[in-house]
């Protein structure tokens, strides 16, 4: 469940009208919290961001309290996203490919605000990994009238030598700075960078904070330690930019925004 997710439903609480008492509301806002911290650990400081100071008080105060935090989040929310589409959509050049890997709504964003400014491109798309987010991204951005190929892995190359920007959104970003992708990402890193091909990684720094057990590429089994199928940490050395609410930061720089 998404920390999206997890405002809703405090909202949903907070507006149940079967719940008498402060007491109890805040025993379910707890419950949910406590809940939701077990499936994702690494989410606890935005959590109680959003549940923070909650005391005994009258009911209907409560209550707006708990509905201004969240409203409060989602504007937030709102803001990085519309800040991070837009830090995305100056990038795309007029007469530019851009390379898409895998899905990301954030790119599909700004790539229909380029378009619908008039700014000519091309756009292409490939699977990361087994799944089929490539294809995914591929529908919805043809959708919007913007010219799109998609290319299978055993022509990506192929694909990386006629591009000239390259977006990414990776699965799990940590607290260390670790940005996990899906597996291959590396290849498809140093195949840019070969190319000349500018590559940026594109998230909202809140929901792209999964559970450590998300973030972690590791896994043990039989007290041997081995890399998880599918996840991938992206080499920051590979990467020209990272794009999030914070603004275009250079690999080097990353760290100290998180």
Request: proline share 3%; aromatic share 8%.
């Amino acid at each position: 469940m998404a920390i999206r997710n997890l405002s809703s439903e405090l909202e949903r609480i907070a507006g149940d009208r079967k719940i008498k008492t402060s007491v109890f509301l805040l025993h379910k806002i707890s419950f949910a919290k406590r809940r939701y911290l077990q499936q994702n650990p690494a989410d606890a400081e935005e959590v109680d961001a959003l549940t923070s100071g909650m005391k005994i008080k009258s009911l209907a105060a409560l209550r707006e309290e708990i509905n201004s935090k969240i409203s409060k989040y989602r504007e937030e929310k709102k803001e990085a996203e519309r800040k991070i589409v837009e830090l995305t959509a100056q990038k795309i050049m007029r007469g530019s490919v851009v390379f898409l890997y895998g899905d990301s709504p954030l790119v599909s964003k700004a790539l229909k605000i380029a378009n619908s400014r008039g700014i000519n491109f091309y756009v292409y798309t490939a699977d990361s990994g087994p799944s089929f987010d490539g294809r995914k991204a591929a529908e919805e951005i043809s959708s919007a009238k913007i010219p799109v190929k998609h290319f299978p892995d055993i022509l990506l190359p192929e694909a990386l030598s006629k591009a000239d920007i390259l977006f990414f959104e990776p699965e799990a970003v940590t607290k260390e700075g670790k940005i996990i992708a899906s597996a291959g990402i590396n290849n498809i890193l140093s195949e840019a960078k070969k190319r000349k091909v500018f590559s940026y990684c594109v998230f909202n720094k809140g929901d792209a904070k999964r559970s450590a057990e998300t973030a972690n590429q590791y896994e043990t089994k039989n007290n041997a330690i081995f890399v998880k199928a599918g996840k991938e940490e992206a080499a920051l050395s590979g990467i020209t930019a990272v794009i999030n609410e914070y603004g275009i930061i250079k690999p080097s720089d990353f760290s100290r925004i998180l």
